[in-house]
């Protein structure tokens, strides 16, 4: 049930991204060479939405969908570790023309080029697995 629940999320998720044009090549172009606030739009909307969501699960102590308690864990401090992730996110977005989300929607759009950056991203992920336990968090 929480599969199915899940993948309908995701189809929900996909929809908004490609209706708002979040998932647009072009778009995320504008956003790079700051022609247009759109992406900035989206992702301010996105950012003060979470910060108001979690202030409400904090305060009124929120439980999960499966009722489980949501739990927020202080992170460390480390600007250098998270200004290299961000630098090299922003590179592979840049490239790409799509950060995580938008890839998936990408090739339910029928973008099948989209394929070979899910592929580097799955490396990716395979690749930092490999050396997570050598990586400092």
């Given at each position: 049930?929480?599969?199915?629940?899940?993948?309908?999320i995701?189809?929900?998720?996909?929809?908004?991204?490609?209706?708002?044009?979040?998932?647009?090549?072009?778009r995320?172009?504008?956003?790079?060479?700051?022609?247009?606030?759109?992406?900035?739009?989206?992702?301010?909307?996105?950012?003060?939405?979470?910060v108001?969501?979690?202030?409400?699960?904090?305060?009124f102590?929120?439980?999960?969908?499966?009722?489980?308690?949501?739990?927020?864990?202080?992170?460390?401090?480390?600007?250098?570790?998270?200004?290299l992730?961000?630098?090299?996110?922003?590179?592979?977005?840049?490239?790409?023309?799509?950060?995580?989300?938008?890839?998936?929607?990408?090739?339910?759009?029928?973008?099948?080029?989209?394929?070979?950056?899910?592929?580097?991203?799955?490396?990716?992920?395979?690749?930092?697995?490999?050396?997570?336990?050598?990586?400092p968090h």
């Amino acid at each position: 049930m929480r599969t199915l629940s899940y993948l309908l999320i995701g189809i929900v998720f996909g929809i908004t991204m490609f209706k708002s044009e979040a998932a647009s090549w072009f778009r995320i172009y504008e956003m790079f060479k700051f022609d247009a606030f759109h992406m900035y739009g989206i992702i301010g909307t996105a950012v003060v939405l979470g910060v108001i969501i979690v202030a409400a699960i904090k305060k009124f102590k929120i439980k999960s969908f499966y009722g489980e308690p949501i739990v927020f864990e202080p992170k460390e401090k480390r600007f250098w570790g998270y200004a290299l992730g961000g630098v090299l996110f922003g590179l592979g977005w840049a490239l790409a023309g799509a950060c995580p989300g938008p890839m998936f929607t990408l090739v339910g759009a029928g973008f099948l080029p989209i394929l070979v950056v899910i592929a580097f991203a799955i490396l990716g992920t395979f690749v930092y697995g490999l050396l997570r336990d050598k990586l400092p968090h």
